[in-house]
């Protein structure tokens, strides 16, 4: 397939929406916080910035370069720059893993779409009834078929739009919802940051205790750059295959890795403020976006309308996410197996809702369950991020820094020698030590082998 036939993101802000659109999803907004809150605020933040810096950006670029040599879905850009070697198998790893990923990442983006309808039947509905969001949220994610349904709703939406083709699909909506929900999280940030008390939640988010800090953390810093910035399975391996020859892909992946730390970080003055405020403790995990903040949201006034903004927001993170982990898949089937594009997309979209099915069920009918001592949905999660993303993640830094030609590397960072490339060694000592032996720790440290 020659440059031309293929199609690709069309501007430079196009290639930046679509890439950001995957990086800021829930690993940002519900993920991110409470990582903070657990792990020594500030001091965590701290540890996050170094790693997005040192190693996040150079992983990213590593995939670019990868996608945009090769050309293709992740197995076949690494058959083209490595013919006859088995290193396709991290791409075919990958798009298994985008899979795994897809199958319980659609059961909470699902949720946050049960939150939007609630918030809407609250504006337009004039009960007054209060009801207790602990209850509420046990009631709804425990039962079968509501969750079950939002995770389909939820697959359908994104699959529209990858039907729709890149540049018209994934590109086009990027444009719009990105900004979207930048415009959403800047007015929850001012409305949380006027909240009287608010100061305590700032003062926790940004004044650093070094005291949490410990070998655990720092692993959980680097596991978190890593997830938030897609980097690990062949997604930026997709992407970068569509980036133009001309476009500058350092600055790229420098622009998406502050913009995703600034967009986390803001949900985290979003979040922290809100909780002092009401007096709640920083508590973790699907509790406190499903929990504790629509018992906020009740406390505020005009509460349902930012309940509105905020679950949209999270909604858009999610399936904007979730748009990238499918494209993977589905131009893979496209470019592999010869199959149209549309039932590509459906075939994907089924298998990732059929397994995922048994993700959702995990919380109410299948929760008893257990392999491994974890439910169904657990153990996807733990697989994905804590195997399959620093695996893959690995040998994508390892593959480039010890075994492809550095003439080519550079060639293509540099745009045929276009660009200026004074930071070009320091990626290649990156690339080669630093990432690699970093990513090393994390997934020992996933599989507790230390
Ligand atoms: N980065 C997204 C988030 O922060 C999730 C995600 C999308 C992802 N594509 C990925 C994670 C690829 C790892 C690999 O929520």
């Known amino acids: 397939m020659n440059q031309t036939s293929r199609d690709g993101f069309s501007s430079r802000f196009g290639i930046f929406a679509a890439v950001i659109g995957s990086a800021i999803g829930l690993g940002n ?135 729709l083709g890149v540049r018209k699909g994934i590109e086009s909506s990027a444009k719009i919802l990105m900004p979207l929900l930048f415009i959403c999280l ?36 680097l596991g978190q750059a890593v997830f938030s910035l897609s980097v690990g399975m062949g997604c930026l391996i997709t992407y970068g295959s569509y980036i133009r020859k001309d476009v500058n892909m350092s600055r790229t992946a420098f622009s998406v890795a502050i913009a995703d730390l600034l967009i986390a970080v803001l949900a985290g003055i979003v979040i922290f403020p809100a ?8 508590e973790q995990g699907p509790g406190l976006v499903f929990v504790v903040f629509p018992g906020i949201f009740q406390q505020m006034i005009g509460g349902v309308y930012f309940a509105l903004l905020f679950f949209m927001l999270v909604a858009i993170a999610g399936i904007t996410s979730i748009i990238s982990l499918l494209e993977v898949i589905v131009v893979y089937f496209v470019e592999e197996f010869k199959l149209k594009r549309v039932f590509a997309t459906l075939v994907a979209a089924t298998l990732a ?65 276009t660009l200026k490339m004074r930071l070009f060694p320091v990626f290649m000592f990156i690339i080669r030590y630093v990432a690699p032996i970093a990513i090393l720790l994390v997934f020992l440290k996933g599989l507790n082998i230390f």
């Open 353 to 417: 809702c059929g397994l995922g099915a048994f993700s959702t069920l995990s919380f109410g009918p299948l929760k008893h369950v257990k392999i491994f001592n974890q439910s169904i949905f657990d153990n996807s999660d733990f697989l994905a991020s804590n195997i399959l993303l620093p695996l893959g993640a690995f040998f994508v830094v390892v593959f480039l820094g010890w075994f492809y030609d550095i003439n080519q590397i550079k060639d293509e960072l540099g745009n045929q020698g």
């Open 186 to 221: 800047a007015i929850l940030a001012v409305k949380t940051l006027t909240l009287p008390g608010s100061v305590e939640g700032l003062r926790f988010l940004f004044s650093p205790d070094f005291s949490k800090i410990n070998s655990g953390v720092i692993l959980k810093a």
């Open 29 to 163: 907004i519900w993920r991110f916080p409470y990582m903070v809150g657990e792990n020594g605020g500030a001091a965590f933040l701290i540890v996050y910035c170094a790693f997005v810096l040192i190693i996040g950006i150079p992983a990213m670029l590593s995939e670019f370069i990868i996608g945009r040599r090769g050309q293709g879905n992740s197995y076949r850009s690494f058959k083209q720059l490595a013919p006859q070697k088995p290193w396709y198998w991290i791409g075919l790893v990958g798009i298994f893993a985008a899979f795994i990923i897809l199958t319980f990442y659609s059961v909470i983006t699902g949720w946050t779409l049960e939150y939007v309808a609630i918030a809407l039947k609250d504006v337009f509905s004039s009960s007054t009834v209060v009801q207790d969001p602990a209850q509420v949220f046990e009631h709804f994610h425990t039962q079968a078929l509501k969750p079950l349904i939002w995770q389909i709703v939820t697959m359908l939406i994104s699959a529209i739009v990858i039907m």
């Open 275 to 282: 909780l002092f405020s009401f007096g709640m403790a920083p």
